[in-house]
């Protein structure tokens, strides 16, 4: 599968207009991305066990998304068959309290993955220059010192994001940022299939309409945001999300890549730990 399509090129100002939600390149069906996502799977369960044991590097992945676009599915599939002791799953909702009472990405920073584990943000610090910025009354919560909310304080914004993700992709956090773009006409038909089916009423709520009205100020929050923090350092991946075992198949396969490129191998023992190995042997094998 070629991803490299629905990358945000760094330094360049694109347009989501140009990016397809129904988009599924060269993969004729949902039974062919199934068995890619199959595949992809097996690999990444298998390098998996190699993060963990190198314990160096840690994998976060960063999803994005308007409502009903796919996003817990796309982590359901595509962390099927994984150790769950090596992954940790954060949703960030509303800021609490205590978490007001901090900066911005100080909820972020207690939830990074450790060396050799997988962290997912379903949402993430992103939605401060997103929701926050086409409800610009969330800021008075902030508790910011005074300072003007003009085009100078969301830049400052992508800045000290950009920062802090450059900081942590050098201690060794590698970062996916995935945005799965799906179309309006599509969350209106996934919109009304939650209405429609009672099991699936929890997932609905009257405010998830209601903030279709925003769509277009979402999309140039979106746009905007993608030309100035999609680096080469932690890229953006704007993901058709229309066809969800394509969303699904394309993610893990960028996590799959992402894995082989990683300088990572099982530690070989030393010179000391064969000797005690060989010890231990010895003794295993001498019980009566």
């Given at each position: ?67 009903a676009a796919g996003k817990d599915g796309a982590i359901k599939h595509v962390m099927s068959g994984i150790n769950p002791q090596g992954c ?149 991946y704007i993901i058709p999300a229309d066809h969800k075992w394509f969303s699904r198949a394309a993610v893990a396969h960028i996590l799959a ?32």
């Amino acid at each position: 599968m070629n991803t490299k399509m629905l990358i945000v090129p760094p330094g360049k100002t694109i347009s989501l207009s140009d990016y397809d939600p129904e988009y599924v390149g060269k993969v004729k069906s949902k039974e062919e991305a199934e068995e890619l996502l199959a595949e992809d799977n097996a690999d990444i369960s298998r390098l998996q066990d190699i993060l963990y044991a190198h314990d160096v590097y840690a994998v976060l992945m960063i999803f994005q998304a308007m409502d009903a676009a796919g996003k817990d599915g796309a982590i359901k599939h595509v962390m099927s068959g994984i150790n769950p002791q090596g992954c940790q799953v954060y949703s960030f909702k509303n800021p609490s309290m205590e978490e007001l009472d901090h900066d911005y990405l100080w909820r972020s920073m207690k939830a990074l993955p450790e060396r050799g584990r997988f962290g997912i943000f379903n949402r993430s610090y992103y939605e401060e220059v997103l929701i926050v910025r086409v409800h610009q009354e969330i800021l008075k919560k902030q508790k910011l010192p005074p300072q003007p909310h003009g085009k100078d304080f969301w830049k400052e914004r992508f800045n000290e994001i950009n920062m802090f993700e450059q900081y942590l992709v050098r201690n060794g956090i590698h970062i996916l940022k995935f945005f799965l773009n799906v179309s309006k006409e599509e969350q209106k038909r996934r919109f009304l299939k939650r209405i429609e089916t009672p099991e699936k009423n929890w997932k609905f709520s009257a405010s998830d309409a209601k903030e279709r009205q925003y769509w277009d100020e979402y999309m140039r929050s979106y746009e905007d945001m993608f030309n100035h923090t999609s680096t080469k350092y932690a890229p953006w991946y704007i993901i058709p999300a229309d066809h969800k075992w394509f969303s699904r198949a394309a993610v893990a396969h960028i996590l799959a890549k992402k894995l082989r490129s990683l300088d990572i191998a099982y530690p070989k023992p030393t010179e000391e730990h064969l000797k005690e190995l060989e010890k231990a042997r010895k003794l295993l094998e001498g019980e009566k």
